[in-house]
């Protein structure tokens, strides 16, 4: 069977693969499938699971928040912020949905603390603005 080269993009670096004989995704229109020769393609990857297979007939699973698919000249290229990669699909869930959990934590605390900063800074104009008015004589 034909193949085609896969590199998986994010945030910590890439892998590469040269020889994958099939890819299955899903974007917001349902799952798909990717063989060797297939026609260019651009698709927005949803959450959850993507697989391939590679030349030894070995299903790899990715799990994923989104990303970007990107197919042309028999070279798949998968970009996502974070992906996880394994042969056991449960595991790799369990990690992104803990990632993506951690990830909400911290832009919740983040956000409180922005408030925090932003209502300090509020109080402080609002002081600094009383006392400049109290010194002004018309």
């Not at 391939?52 to 042309?72: I, K, T």
């Not at 699909?89 to 949905?97: H, K, W």
Request: hydrophobic share 45%; aromatic share 8%.
């Amino acid at each position: 069977m034909n193949g085609f080269a896969l590199t998986l993009l994010d945030s910590r670096g890439a892998e590469h693969f040269d020889t994958v004989t099939q890819f299955i995704g899903a974007d917001a229109d349902g799952s798909f499938g990717i063989l060797a020769g297939h026609i260019h393609c651009v698709a927005l990857l949803r959450y959850g699971l993507a697989r391939f297979c590679d030349q030894a007939d070995v299903w790899h699973y990715l799990a994923l928040p989104s990303g970007v698919l990107r197919f042309a000249d028999n070279q798949l290229t998968v970009t996502t912020v974070r992906y996880f990669l394994g042969k056991d699909r449960d595991s790799i869930c369990e990690r992104l949905a803990a990632e993506m959990a951690q990830a909400d934590s911290e832009v919740h605390t983040a956000r409180a603390t922005l408030s925090e900063i932003e209502h300090s800074l509020v109080r402080r104009l609002a002081e600094l603005s009383s006392r400049g008015s109290a010194g002004i004589v018309p």
